[in-house]
Protein backbone atom coordinates (compact mmCIF):
# COMPACT_ATOMS: atom_id res chain seq x y z
CA UNK A 1 0.00 0.00 0.00
CA UNK A 2 1.33 3.53 -1.02
CA UNK A 3 1.02 6.94 -2.01
CA UNK A 4 3.20 9.13 -3.84
CA UNK A 5 3.09 12.73 -3.53
CA UNK A 6 4.85 15.86 -5.78
CA UNK A 7 5.86 18.48 -3.80
CA UNK A 8 7.61 21.27 -6.10
CA UNK A 9 9.79 18.79 -8.16
CA UNK A 10 10.30 16.13 -4.80
CA UNK A 11 9.35 12.89 -4.74
CA UNK A 12 7.72 12.24 -1.35
CA UNK A 13 6.90 8.44 -0.67
CA UNK A 14 4.10 7.65 1.84
CA UNK A 15 3.30 4.37 2.84
CA UNK A 16 0.46 2.38 5.16
CA UNK A 17 0.54 -0.79 6.72
CA UNK A 18 -2.05 -2.90 5.04
CA UNK A 19 -5.16 -3.76 7.07
CA UNK A 20 -5.83 -7.34 5.84
CA UNK A 21 -3.42 -10.15 4.74
CA UNK A 22 -3.94 -9.77 1.05
CA UNK A 23 -1.88 -6.88 0.87
CA UNK A 24 1.38 -8.79 0.65
CA UNK A 25 0.47 -8.62 -3.15
CA UNK A 26 1.40 -5.12 -3.17
CA UNK A 27 4.73 -4.55 -4.30
CA UNK A 28 6.65 -2.06 -2.19
CA UNK A 29 9.73 -0.27 -2.98
CA UNK A 30 13.04 -1.73 -2.70
CA UNK A 31 14.11 0.72 0.23
CA UNK A 32 11.09 -0.14 2.60
CA UNK A 33 11.29 -3.29 4.19
CA UNK A 34 7.97 -4.27 6.79
CA UNK A 35 7.05 -6.57 9.35
CA UNK A 36 10.23 -7.48 10.67
CA UNK A 37 9.44 -8.94 13.75
CA UNK A 38 12.92 -10.83 15.61
CA UNK A 39 14.26 -8.67 18.58
CA UNK A 40 13.96 -10.61 21.93
CA UNK A 41 16.26 -8.72 23.83
CA UNK A 42 17.20 -11.72 25.54
CA UNK A 43 20.98 -11.67 27.42
CA UNK A 44 23.69 -14.04 26.25
CA UNK A 45 26.46 -15.14 27.89
CA UNK A 46 29.48 -14.91 25.75
CA UNK A 47 30.57 -18.64 25.78
CA UNK A 48 26.59 -19.77 25.49
CA UNK A 49 25.49 -17.55 22.80
CA UNK A 50 23.67 -19.69 20.16
CA UNK A 51 24.31 -19.60 16.68
CA UNK A 52 21.42 -17.41 14.91
CA UNK A 53 19.67 -18.08 11.56
CA UNK A 54 19.94 -15.26 9.04
CA UNK A 55 17.64 -12.97 9.82
CA UNK A 56 16.98 -10.83 6.50
CA UNK A 57 16.60 -11.98 2.90
CA UNK A 58 18.57 -11.17 -0.56
CA UNK A 59 15.65 -8.91 -1.69
CA UNK A 60 16.33 -6.79 1.91
CA UNK A 61 19.98 -6.90 1.16
CA UNK A 62 19.76 -6.05 -2.58
CA UNK A 63 17.23 -2.79 -1.16
CA UNK A 64 20.34 -2.23 1.14
CA UNK A 65 23.10 -1.95 -1.63
CA UNK A 66 20.95 0.24 -3.89
CA UNK A 67 19.18 2.63 -1.95
CA UNK A 68 21.77 2.64 1.11
CA UNK A 69 19.12 2.02 3.86
CA UNK A 70 15.95 0.15 5.04
CA UNK A 71 13.34 0.98 7.35
CA UNK A 72 12.14 -2.02 9.51
CA UNK A 73 9.08 -1.52 11.08
CA UNK A 74 7.48 -3.74 14.22
CA UNK A 75 10.98 -4.00 15.54
CA UNK A 76 11.01 -3.87 19.31
CA UNK A 77 8.59 -6.63 21.04
CA UNK A 78 6.67 -6.03 24.04
CA UNK A 79 6.95 -2.43 25.99
CA UNK A 80 10.59 -1.90 24.87
CA UNK A 81 10.13 1.23 22.57
CA UNK A 82 7.27 2.59 25.39
CA UNK A 83 10.76 2.13 28.05
CA UNK A 84 13.02 3.91 25.71
CA UNK A 85 10.42 6.92 25.19
CA UNK A 86 9.86 7.13 29.15
CA UNK A 87 13.74 6.78 29.78
CA UNK A 88 13.98 9.80 26.93
CA UNK A 89 11.61 11.97 28.35
CA UNK A 90 13.99 10.95 32.00
CA UNK A 91 17.02 12.12 30.05
CA UNK A 92 15.68 15.36 28.11
CA UNK A 93 14.45 16.90 31.74
CA UNK A 94 18.05 16.14 33.84
CA UNK A 95 20.53 16.66 30.61
CA UNK A 96 22.21 19.94 29.56
CA UNK A 97 20.78 21.44 26.88
CA UNK A 98 22.44 22.57 23.38
CA UNK A 99 21.20 25.82 21.04
CA UNK A 100 21.00 24.39 17.57
CA UNK A 101 19.84 21.63 15.80
CA UNK A 102 19.17 19.40 18.97
CA UNK A 103 18.42 20.56 22.18
CA UNK A 104 20.30 17.64 24.12
CA UNK A 105 22.70 15.23 23.03
CA UNK A 106 24.12 12.49 25.05
CA UNK A 107 26.60 10.24 24.32
CA UNK A 108 27.37 6.71 25.32
CA UNK A 109 24.08 5.66 27.10
CA UNK A 110 25.54 1.88 27.20
CA UNK A 111 27.82 3.33 29.82
CA UNK A 112 25.40 5.58 31.05
CA UNK A 113 26.93 8.53 29.50
CA UNK A 114 23.94 10.48 29.90
CA UNK A 115 24.99 11.53 33.54
CA UNK A 116 22.12 11.22 34.47
CA UNK A 117 20.18 9.11 37.55
CA UNK A 118 20.22 5.33 37.34
CA UNK A 119 16.06 5.37 36.82
CA UNK A 120 13.49 7.34 35.06
CA UNK A 121 10.73 8.34 37.23
CA UNK A 122 8.88 4.67 36.89
CA UNK A 123 11.83 3.41 38.11
CA UNK A 124 13.03 1.79 34.84
CA UNK A 125 16.77 1.97 34.84
CA UNK A 126 18.06 4.19 31.86
CA UNK A 127 21.16 2.12 31.21
CA UNK A 128 19.81 -1.01 31.01
CA UNK A 129 17.22 -0.14 28.80
CA UNK A 130 19.64 1.31 25.98
CA UNK A 131 21.73 -1.92 26.17
CA UNK A 132 19.04 -4.07 25.63
CA UNK A 133 18.52 -2.41 22.69
CA UNK A 134 21.89 -1.69 21.64
CA UNK A 135 23.84 -4.86 22.63
CA UNK A 136 21.53 -7.55 23.46
CA UNK A 137 18.76 -7.74 20.61
CA UNK A 138 18.57 -8.90 16.93
CA UNK A 139 20.10 -5.47 15.83
CA UNK A 140 23.72 -5.80 15.47
CA UNK A 141 23.27 -9.10 13.78
CA UNK A 142 21.33 -6.88 10.91
CA UNK A 143 23.78 -4.74 10.99
CA UNK A 144 26.26 -7.11 10.57
CA UNK A 145 24.06 -9.44 7.44
CA UNK A 146 23.89 -5.68 5.62
CA UNK A 147 27.42 -4.94 6.00
CA UNK A 148 27.90 -8.97 4.61
CA UNK A 149 30.71 -9.43 7.50
CA UNK A 150 32.28 -12.91 7.66
CA UNK A 151 31.80 -14.11 11.05
CA UNK A 152 34.67 -16.10 10.92
CA UNK A 153 37.16 -13.36 10.38
CA UNK A 154 35.31 -10.41 11.14
CA UNK A 155 33.32 -8.82 14.19
CA UNK A 156 31.48 -5.94 14.63
CA UNK A 157 31.74 -3.38 17.47
CA UNK A 158 29.79 -0.32 18.67
CA UNK A 159 31.65 2.74 18.11
CA UNK A 160 29.24 5.54 19.23
CA UNK A 161 25.25 5.69 20.51
CA UNK A 162 24.10 8.77 21.43
CA UNK A 163 20.30 10.36 22.27
CA UNK A 164 19.40 12.87 20.39
CA UNK A 165 16.83 15.48 21.03
CA UNK A 166 15.30 17.48 18.52
CA UNK A 167 13.31 20.36 19.56
CA UNK A 168 9.66 20.71 18.36
CA UNK A 169 10.56 24.36 17.62
CA UNK A 170 14.12 24.26 16.34
CA UNK A 171 15.90 24.01 13.02
CA UNK A 172 17.37 20.95 10.92
CA UNK A 173 20.52 20.38 9.48
CA UNK A 174 21.03 20.27 5.90
CA UNK A 175 22.40 17.50 3.46
CA UNK A 176 24.94 15.95 5.60
CA UNK A 177 26.82 12.95 6.15
CA UNK A 178 28.34 12.51 9.79
CA UNK A 179 31.87 13.77 10.26
CA UNK A 180 34.04 12.79 13.28
CA UNK A 181 32.28 14.39 16.12
CA UNK A 182 29.04 12.74 16.03
CA UNK A 183 31.52 8.96 13.67
CA UNK A 184 34.87 8.91 14.83
CA UNK A 185 35.80 6.62 12.44
CA UNK A 186 38.44 7.29 9.60
CA UNK A 187 37.47 7.95 6.67
CA UNK A 188 39.13 5.24 4.69
CA UNK A 189 37.47 1.97 5.93
CA UNK A 190 39.82 -0.81 5.42
CA UNK A 191 37.29 -3.23 6.51
CA UNK A 192 35.57 -1.88 2.83
CA UNK A 193 38.59 -1.90 0.75
CA UNK A 194 39.73 -5.44 1.48
CA UNK A 195 36.07 -6.56 1.01
CA UNK A 196 34.86 -4.99 -1.78
CA UNK A 197 31.91 -4.62 -0.04
CA UNK A 198 29.93 -1.65 2.33
CA UNK A 199 31.34 -2.46 5.34
CA UNK A 200 31.84 1.36 6.40
CA UNK A 201 29.64 0.85 9.01
CA UNK A 202 25.68 1.12 9.48
CA UNK A 203 23.49 4.09 11.67
CA UNK A 204 20.40 2.62 13.26
CA UNK A 205 18.32 5.32 13.92
CA UNK A 206 15.22 4.31 15.83
CA UNK A 207 12.06 6.81 16.91
CA UNK A 208 11.12 7.46 19.96
CA UNK A 209 7.83 9.27 18.98
CA UNK A 210 5.71 8.61 16.57
CA UNK A 211 6.48 11.27 13.38
CA UNK A 212 3.98 11.32 10.78
CA UNK A 213 4.55 11.97 7.48
CA UNK A 214 2.61 15.35 7.06
CA UNK A 215 4.11 16.59 10.17
CA UNK A 216 7.91 16.02 9.26
CA UNK A 217 10.06 16.43 12.44
CA UNK A 218 11.99 13.13 11.89
CA UNK A 219 14.54 12.38 9.19
CA UNK A 220 15.10 12.52 5.36
CA UNK A 221 17.41 10.61 3.25
CA UNK A 222 18.77 10.45 -0.17
CA UNK A 223 18.29 7.34 -1.79
CA UNK A 224 21.24 5.86 -3.19
CA UNK A 225 23.55 8.93 -3.07
CA UNK A 226 26.47 6.69 -1.46
CA UNK A 227 26.87 5.23 -4.81
CA UNK A 228 26.86 8.69 -7.16
CA UNK A 229 29.96 9.68 -8.99
CA UNK A 230 29.40 13.37 -8.03
CA UNK A 231 28.85 12.37 -4.19
CA UNK A 232 32.92 13.42 -3.56
CA UNK A 233 31.83 16.38 -4.61
CA UNK A 234 29.78 16.70 -2.18
CA UNK A 235 31.81 14.87 0.50
CA UNK A 236 34.29 18.25 0.20
CA UNK A 237 31.92 20.90 0.28
CA UNK A 238 31.16 20.05 4.12
CA UNK A 239 34.78 19.36 4.89
CA UNK A 240 35.05 15.89 4.56
CA UNK A 241 37.77 14.49 1.97
CA UNK A 242 37.24 11.00 1.67
CA UNK A 243 39.97 9.78 0.02
CA UNK A 244 42.76 10.35 3.16
CA UNK A 245 42.51 9.12 6.91
CA UNK A 246 41.07 12.68 7.27
CA UNK A 247 42.38 13.79 11.11
CA UNK A 248 42.86 17.23 11.85
CA UNK A 249 45.98 18.54 14.54
CA UNK A 250 44.59 20.95 17.20
CA UNK A 251 46.88 23.77 15.25
CA UNK A 252 44.80 22.73 11.88
CA UNK A 253 41.28 23.47 13.78
CA UNK A 254 42.54 26.51 15.17
CA UNK A 255 43.90 28.08 11.62
CA UNK A 256 40.23 27.09 10.43
CA UNK A 257 38.77 28.62 13.13
CA UNK A 258 40.83 31.87 12.64
CA UNK A 259 40.28 32.27 8.78
CA UNK A 260 36.33 31.86 9.42
CA UNK A 261 36.89 34.45 12.39
CA UNK A 262 38.82 36.92 9.55
CA UNK A 263 36.66 36.26 6.27
CA UNK A 264 33.62 36.02 7.94
CA UNK A 265 32.78 33.01 5.33
CA UNK A 266 30.63 29.47 5.67
CA UNK A 267 33.77 27.51 5.19
CA UNK A 268 33.07 23.67 5.10
CA UNK A 269 29.99 23.79 7.23
CA UNK A 270 28.36 20.49 7.67
CA UNK A 271 25.25 21.75 7.51
CA UNK A 272 25.53 24.28 4.88
CA UNK A 273 25.58 22.57 1.62
CA UNK A 274 23.25 24.43 -0.04
CA UNK A 275 24.99 27.27 0.74
CA UNK A 276 28.53 26.16 -0.39
CA UNK A 277 27.05 23.89 -3.61
CA UNK A 278 23.68 24.78 -4.28
CA UNK A 279 23.91 22.68 -7.16
CA UNK A 280 24.90 19.71 -5.52
CA UNK A 281 22.10 20.45 -3.30
CA UNK A 282 19.25 19.95 -6.04
CA UNK A 283 20.93 16.44 -6.78
CA UNK A 284 20.44 15.72 -3.02
CA UNK A 285 16.80 16.99 -3.21
CA UNK A 286 15.59 14.95 -6.17
CA UNK A 287 16.82 11.75 -4.23
CA UNK A 288 14.90 12.35 -0.94
CA UNK A 289 13.04 9.74 1.20
CA UNK A 290 10.65 10.49 3.93
CA UNK A 291 8.98 7.63 6.10
CA UNK A 292 5.64 7.81 8.04
CA UNK A 293 7.19 6.99 11.32
CA UNK A 294 5.92 5.51 13.99
CA UNK A 295 7.64 5.34 17.43
CA UNK A 296 9.77 1.75 17.22
CA UNK A 297 10.78 2.27 13.69
CA UNK A 298 13.79 1.60 12.63
CA UNK A 299 15.81 2.98 9.42
CA UNK A 300 19.62 1.07 9.17
CA UNK A 301 21.51 3.25 7.23
CA UNK A 302 24.87 2.94 5.57
CA UNK A 303 27.76 5.73 7.12
CA UNK A 304 28.42 7.43 3.70
CA UNK A 305 24.54 8.01 3.24
CA UNK A 306 23.39 11.52 2.83
CA UNK A 307 20.52 12.68 5.15
CA UNK A 308 18.93 15.63 7.15
CA UNK A 309 17.12 15.99 9.64
CA UNK A 310 13.68 17.94 8.92
CA UNK A 311 11.44 20.53 11.15
CA UNK A 312 8.41 20.10 11.72
CA UNK A 313 5.79 21.47 9.40
CA UNK A 314 3.54 24.81 10.72
CA UNK A 315 0.94 22.01 11.48
CA UNK A 316 3.25 19.47 13.00
CA UNK A 317 4.34 21.70 15.79
CA UNK A 318 0.68 22.74 16.77
CA UNK A 319 0.24 18.97 16.30
CA UNK A 320 3.34 17.98 18.52
CA UNK A 321 2.06 20.72 20.74
CA UNK A 322 -1.18 19.52 21.36
CA UNK A 323 0.52 16.27 22.26
CA UNK A 324 2.70 18.27 25.06
CA UNK A 325 5.93 17.38 23.44
CA UNK A 326 8.94 19.71 23.50
CA UNK A 327 11.47 17.83 21.60
CA UNK A 328 11.32 14.85 19.17
CA UNK A 329 13.65 12.04 20.53
CA UNK A 330 15.40 9.47 18.56
CA UNK A 331 18.34 6.87 19.57
CA UNK A 332 20.98 6.01 17.36
CA UNK A 333 23.39 3.35 17.44
CA UNK A 334 26.66 3.53 15.03
CA UNK A 335 28.22 -0.29 14.57
CA UNK A 336 31.21 -0.60 12.49
CA UNK A 337 33.66 -3.66 11.85
CA UNK A 338 36.46 -3.81 14.51
CA UNK A 339 39.24 -3.35 12.33
CA UNK A 340 37.72 0.47 11.91
CA UNK A 341 40.14 3.07 12.75
CA UNK A 342 40.06 6.09 14.40
CA UNK A 343 40.92 9.16 12.34
CA UNK A 344 44.74 11.00 13.45
CA UNK A 345 45.43 13.84 14.95
CA UNK A 346 42.69 15.69 17.40
CA UNK A 347 39.51 13.98 18.45
CA UNK A 348 36.49 14.69 20.86
CA UNK A 349 36.28 11.01 21.73
CA UNK A 350 36.76 9.64 24.81
CA UNK A 351 39.38 6.70 24.18
CA UNK A 352 41.20 9.28 22.53
CA UNK A 353 41.77 11.54 24.95
CA UNK A 354 41.97 8.72 27.44
CA UNK A 355 44.95 7.75 25.46
CA UNK A 356 46.71 9.70 22.83
CA UNK A 357 48.11 6.49 21.55
CA UNK A 358 44.43 5.55 20.30
CA UNK A 359 43.98 7.66 17.25
CA UNK A 360 45.56 5.99 14.36
CA UNK A 361 44.60 2.39 16.00
CA UNK A 362 41.50 0.01 15.17
CA UNK A 363 39.03 -0.43 17.48
CA UNK A 364 40.18 -3.76 17.96
CA UNK A 365 43.63 -3.23 18.96
CA UNK A 366 42.31 -0.24 21.48
CA UNK A 367 40.02 -2.76 23.36
CA UNK A 368 43.11 -5.27 23.69
CA UNK A 369 44.16 -2.56 25.35
CA UNK A 370 48.08 -2.09 26.69
CA UNK A 371 50.63 -5.36 27.81
CA UNK A 372 49.91 -3.16 31.20
CA UNK A 373 46.00 -3.06 30.97
CA UNK A 374 44.76 -5.09 28.59
CA UNK A 375 40.93 -5.20 27.61
CA UNK A 376 40.60 -2.99 30.47
CA UNK A 377 38.97 -0.26 29.25
CA UNK A 378 36.11 -1.70 26.63
CA UNK A 379 35.12 1.18 24.75
CA UNK A 380 33.88 -0.27 21.69
CA UNK A 381 31.99 -3.49 23.05
CA UNK A 382 31.65 -6.35 20.37
CA UNK A 383 28.46 -7.26 19.71
CA UNK A 384 28.87 -10.18 16.78
CA UNK A 385 29.01 -12.54 15.91
CA UNK A 386 29.54 -13.13 20.09
CA UNK A 387 29.49 -11.08 22.90
CA UNK A 388 31.95 -9.24 24.47
CA UNK A 389 32.92 -12.27 27.38
CA UNK A 390 31.82 -10.14 30.91
CA UNK A 391 30.47 -7.54 29.06
CA UNK A 392 28.51 -6.19 31.57
CA UNK A 393 31.12 -5.62 34.39
CA UNK A 394 33.30 -4.39 31.97
CA UNK A 395 31.08 -1.64 30.87
CA UNK A 396 30.27 -0.93 34.48
CA UNK A 397 33.96 -1.08 34.87
CA UNK A 398 34.39 2.29 32.56
CA UNK A 399 31.35 4.16 33.49
CA UNK A 400 32.75 4.04 37.64
CA UNK A 401 36.31 4.39 36.79
CA UNK A 402 37.01 6.26 34.38
CA UNK A 403 34.16 8.08 32.65
CA UNK A 404 33.33 10.95 34.67
CA UNK A 405 37.60 11.57 34.60
CA UNK A 406 37.69 11.72 30.67
CA UNK A 407 34.62 13.75 29.96
CA UNK A 408 35.91 16.17 31.97
CA UNK A 409 38.67 16.18 29.88
CA UNK A 410 37.16 16.22 26.61
CA UNK A 411 35.46 19.47 27.80
CA UNK A 412 39.23 20.46 28.39
CA UNK A 413 40.45 20.31 24.98
CA UNK A 414 37.55 21.84 23.70
CA UNK A 415 37.39 24.73 25.28
CA UNK A 416 41.27 24.86 24.77
CA UNK A 417 40.61 24.89 21.11
CA UNK A 418 37.55 26.82 21.20
CA UNK A 419 36.54 29.48 23.85
CA UNK A 420 40.20 31.83 23.11
CA UNK A 421 38.46 32.06 19.33
CA UNK A 422 35.37 33.22 20.62
CA UNK A 423 36.94 35.67 22.73
CA UNK A 424 39.62 37.08 20.41
CA UNK A 425 36.55 37.02 17.80
CA UNK A 426 34.77 39.53 20.91
CA UNK A 427 37.43 41.39 21.21
CA UNK A 428 37.28 42.10 17.43
CA UNK A 429 34.08 43.32 17.46
CA UNK A 430 34.71 45.72 19.95
CA UNK A 431 37.89 46.98 18.47
CA UNK A 432 35.77 47.48 15.21
CA UNK A 433 32.89 49.11 16.87
CA UNK A 434 35.08 51.24 18.55
CA UNK A 435 36.95 52.49 15.20
CA UNK A 436 33.33 52.94 13.94
CA UNK A 437 32.24 55.42 16.47
CA UNK A 438 35.51 57.31 16.69
CA UNK A 439 35.27 58.04 12.66
Not at 198 to 219: K, R, Y
Not at 292 to 316: Q, V
Request: hydrophobic content about 35%; overall charge negative; proline content about 4%.
Amino acid sequence: MKRVTVHTGVVVWAFWQAATASSSSHHLPAFLVEAYTSVSGKICDHEEQPQKPRILNESQLTAYRKDGFVLLKNVLHGDLADRMARVGYAIVDRASHFPQYFSVIENGLIFNGGNVNDSDDSGHDITQVFREVALYSDIPQIAAELMELDDETQNLRVIRDMFLAKPVNGSGCDWHVDDHGFWPESYLSEASQKSGKDQNGVNVWIALEDMPLEFFGSMALAAGSHREPWRFEAYLAIGQNRTIDGGHTKSAIVAKLEEKRKTGKVALGACEIGKIRPDLKERLDAKIVIFDIERGDMIFSTRTLFHKTLDPTEAGKRYYQSLGLTTLNRYSIRYTPGNAKLPKGWLAEWSAVADKNNPGKSLNEIVDGTKSHPGEYLWYPQVWPSLEKDLENRLNFVADTKLSQVKQQVQAEIVEIFVPKMVTTSTVQEENDSASSSS
